[in-house]
Structures are given as structure tokens and as C-alpha cells.
């Protein structure tokens, strides 16, 4: 574990607690540099945040998670979470006994207003239980829309391949590294050919698009820590700041600017 995180523990206490009378908690808090170290639990769990930006991992899959978007995770599924930063943290927790009809795999999504509404609301509702028959009603439609989200294409693929894990260690270590396939697979004693096949065997797509994938994470995490869309796209290892958004857009149906955090203060709001 990077030592510059402290371990977190308090959200994840909630998604233990097993009883259909409350078929949700919701929970906030402003985290800073922390992480939950590696676990599950039987209730479900959306995470989201107003602020901030955080790390996911699920098996062989990174997602990094921006106040644009919400992450699913099923009941007893493993994950972590690292909290860069200052994050306004919010999780909602979903009973086994309320889980019928939702996603059976973990995703990010685009997360609407509306239900960023009622995770908010939800939250209102406090910990401790006793829900009224209106609060019951309000949950019953955060289910609903729940059951309703899609996945979005911002997750990364890992892999616990010896030989292609190098290379993507690599990768990530050096992002704005131009160096091609076949430099990669000189590095690791194979040829060409047979990297390119580890690639969408193990990653499930091409070298090529696997860097471009993790370009965009990389871009979306640095969006979410307010650097300059210029400043991103150098460092990223594009010779021009139009190259980059260009490639953004392609592939996400978005500008960087759509992913600079402008509705922080209006979600902050929806919680009165």
C-alpha cells in the first residue's frame, strides 16, 4: 500500500449491516489522502463524490472516478478505494434483501442529476434507521433508477500476466512515452507478434488503445484536480492541446471541459 495514504475505515462499517428494514444507508464525508484498503461486503454500494477524485480497483479493472460520474459495486464484490486529495465522499448502501433487478457487475457511469438527487436525499435520512413511509417511497425510487444506469467506457484493463504485466507497468509509469509496440516487446524478450496478441487476449483490446484508454484516466484524474487542459495534454505527451481534445472527444463524446468539475457547486447545493 503507498504509504502517503491513510487507511479508511469508517464508510465501509456500514455496508456489513444486514437488515431488509433499512434497504439503504447513505453516508458523506469530506476524505483526504486515504484509502480503503482491499475488501467487500454484502450490501452493494454507489460511490460518488462532489469533489474530488478517486481511484477504484475491482479485480483487473482501474476506474477513476471524477464528480461527473457514480461507480456500482455488487454485493461482495472485492475493491479499494484511494481518496486523492480533498473528496466529498458520498456511498450508498443497498441491502442483499433490495438488490433484485440491479447490475450483477461493476461499472462507472455517467451519473443524472436525478439521481444524484436522491443520493443526496437518502443521505438526509441519517444511519440509524426508522425510515417513514415517505422515505420509504423516495428509496424505492432511487432502486428504480438504479437498476436503470449503464456503463461508461472510462475503466482500464489490468492483468496478472507476468509478461504483459511489465508492459503495462511501463505504460503507466511513463505517459506520455511515444515509444511503439515493438519497443515494448524488445523490453520483454518477445516479439511483436505475440504482444499484440497478449494484448487482446489478456486486455481485452489493441496496444494502441489500451495506452489511449489509459491517456484518458490519466486525463480525467488530472481534470479532476483542476490542471489546465494545455498542461494535461503536454504531459500526456501531445504535441498540441487540440490533439488532445480531439482524442477526448473521440472517444469519450466529450470536451476536457465537460470534465472540469463546473457542477461542483451546483451539486453541492442539491443537498439542501
Same mark, same amino acid.
Given at each position: 500500500?503507498?504509504?502517503?495514504?491513510?487507511?479508511?475505515? &469508517?464508510?465501509?462499517?456500514?455496508?456489513?449491516?444486514? %437488515?431488509?428494514?433499512?434497504?439503504?444507508?447513505?453516508?458523506?464525508?469530506?476524505?483526504?489522502?486515504?484509502?480503503?484498503?482491499?475488501?467487500?461486503?454484502?450490501?452493494?454500494? #454507489?460511490?460518488?463524490?462532489?469533489?474530488?477524485?478517486?481511484?477504484?480497483?475491482?479485480?483487473?479493472?482501474?476506474?477513476?472516478?471524477?464528480?461527473?460520474?457514480?461507480?456500482?459495486?455488487?454485493?461482495?464484490? @472485492?475493491?479499494?478505494?484511494?481518496?486523492?486529495? %480533498?473528496?466529498?465522499?458520498?456511498?450508498?448502501?443497498? %441491502?442483499?434483501?433490495?438488490?433484485?433487478?440491479?447490475? @450483477?457487475?461493476?461499472?462507472?457511469?455517467?451519473?443524472?442529476?436525478?439521481?444524484?438527487?436522491?443520493?443526496?436525499?437518502?443521505?438526509?435520512?441519517?444511519?440509524?434507521?426508522? #425510515?417513514? @413511509?415517505?422515505?420509504?417511497?423516495?428509496?424505492?425510487?432511487? =432502486?428504480?433508477? =438504479?437498476?436503470?444506469?449503464?456503463?461508461?467506457?472510462?475503466?482500464?484493463?489490468?492483468?496478472?500476466?507476468?509478461?504483459?504485466?511489465?508492459?503495462?507497468?511501463?505504460?503507466?509509469?511513463? &505517459?506520455?512515452?511515444?515509444?511503439?509496440?515493438?519497443?515494448?516487446?524488445?523490453?520483454?524478450?518477445?516479439?511483436?507478434?505475440?504482444?499484440?496478441? =497478449?494484448?487482446?487476449?489478456?486486455?481485452?483490446?489493441?496496444?494502441?488503445?489500451?495506452?489511449?484508454?489509459?491517456?484518458? #484516466?490519466?486525463?480525467?484524474?488530472?481534470?479532476? @484536480?483542476?490542471?489546465?487542459?494545455?498542461?494535461?495534454?503536454?504531459? #500526456?505527451?501531445?504535441?498540441?492541446?487540440?490533439?488532445?481534445?480531439?482524442?477526448?472527444?473521440?472517444?469519450?463524446?466529450?470536451?476536457?471541459?465537460?470534465?472540469? =468539475?463546473? %457542477?461542483?457547486?451546483?451539486?453541492?447545493?442539491?443537498?439542501?
Amino acid at each position: 500500500m503507498n504509504s502517503q495514504y491513510r487507511t479508511y475505515r &469508517v464508510a465501509t462499517d456500514f455496508g456489513y449491516q444486514v %437488515d431488509s428494514s433499512i434497504p439503504v444507508i447513505g453516508y458523506t464525508e469530506t476524505v483526504n489522502n486515504e484509502m480503503c484498503i482491499s475488501h467487500s461486503h454484502p450490501r452493494a454500494q #454507489l460511490i460518488y463524490a462532489t469533489r474530488g477524485v478517486m481511484n477504484v480497483v475491482v479485480g483487473n479493472n482501474i476506474w477513476v472516478v471524477n464528480p461527473l460520474q457514480g461507480l456500482w459495486i455488487p454485493s461482495g464484490v @472485492e475493491h479499494q478505494v484511494t481518496f486523492q486529495k %480533498d473528496v466529498n465522499y458520498y456511498s450508498v448502501f443497498i %441491502d442483499p434483501s433490495a438488490i433484485g433487478g440491479l447490475p @450483477e457487475k461493476s461499472f462507472s457511469f455517467d451519473i443524472p442529476m436525478f439521481l444524484k438527487q436522491l443520493v443526496f436525499k437518502i443521505i438526509s435520512f441519517g444511519t440509524s434507521g426508522n #425510515l417513514t @413511509e415517505s422515505q420509504l417511497r423516495i428509496i424505492y425510487v432511487f =432502486l428504480d433508477e =438504479l437498476a436503470l444506469i449503464v456503463p461508461s467506457a472510462t475503466f482500464l484493463p489490468t492483468t496478472n500476466d507476468e509478461r504483459l504485466q511489465k508492459v503495462v507497468e511501463l505504460l503507466m509509469s511513463d &505517459v506520455s512515452s511515444k515509444q511503439t509496440i515493438d519497443y515494448y516487446a524488445e523490453l520483454s524478450f518477445m516479439s511483436s507478434r505475440t504482444l499484440s496478441r =497478449l494484448f487482446i487476449k489478456e486486455l481485452g483490446m489493441n496496444f494502441s488503445d489500451w495506452r489511449t484508454r489509459m491517456k484518458l #484516466l490519466e486525463a480525467i484524474k488530472r481534470l479532476g @484536480e483542476k490542471q489546465s487542459i494545455k498542461e494535461i495534454a503536454l504531459d #500526456l505527451g501531445y504535441e498540441t492541446a487540440s490533439a488532445f481534445i480531439y482524442m477526448f472527444k473521440k472517444h469519450l463524446g466529450k470536451t476536457p471541459s465537460n470534465y472540469i =468539475l463546473e %457542477d461542483e457547486n451546483e451539486s453541492e447545493k442539491m443537498i439542501a
